[in-house]
Nanobody, 126 residues
Framework: QVQLVESGGGLVQAGGSLRLSCVASGLSFTAYAVAWFRRAPGKEREFVASINWSGDSTFYTDSLKGRFTISRDNAKKLVDLQMNRLQSEDTAVYYC???????????????????WGQGIQDTVST
């Protein structure tokens, strides 16, 4: 059974940082691209960042480049999302997701990701 479990969310003041982690089990982790998506209140779930199976290619939504960093540790079956200089607009439920297709890169498309975590709430206060 595939499981993705997010951790590290919480409440932070604007300008602060949070580090989210996603731990996977039940899959051959090194074969999967992994992404983070988020759903802000009243909005659709949107792409945040993704990383390919080896960790040497990363992709970000343009508005978050420079503030968010995705990384992975395949030995630990772990993908992290470091979020800096957080803003109130970053308040959302954050989800990690795994893409079972064996591709070179890492998709930005929600429907390409078959496995999803339950999501974790991040709230940025002003």
């Amino acid at each position: 059974q595939v499981q993705l479990v997010e951790s590290g969310g919480g409440l932070v003041q604007a300008g602060g940082s949070l580090r989210l982690s996603c731990v996977a089990s039940g899959l051959s982790f090194t074969a999967y691209a992994v992404a983070w998506f988020r759903r802000a209140p009243g909005k659709e779930r949107e792409f945040v960042a993704s990383i390919n199976w080896s960790g040497d290619s990363t992709f970000y939504t343009d508005s978050l480049k420079g503030r968010f960093t995705i990384s992975r540790d395949n030995a630990k079956k772990l993908v992290d999302l470091q979020m800096n200089r957080l803003q109130s607009e970053d308040t959302a439920v954050y989800y990690c997701a795994a893409d079972p297709r064996r591709i070179v890169g890492a998709s930005r498309v929600r429907s390409d990701y078959e496995y999803w975590g339950q999501g974790i709430q991040d709230t940025v206060s002003t």
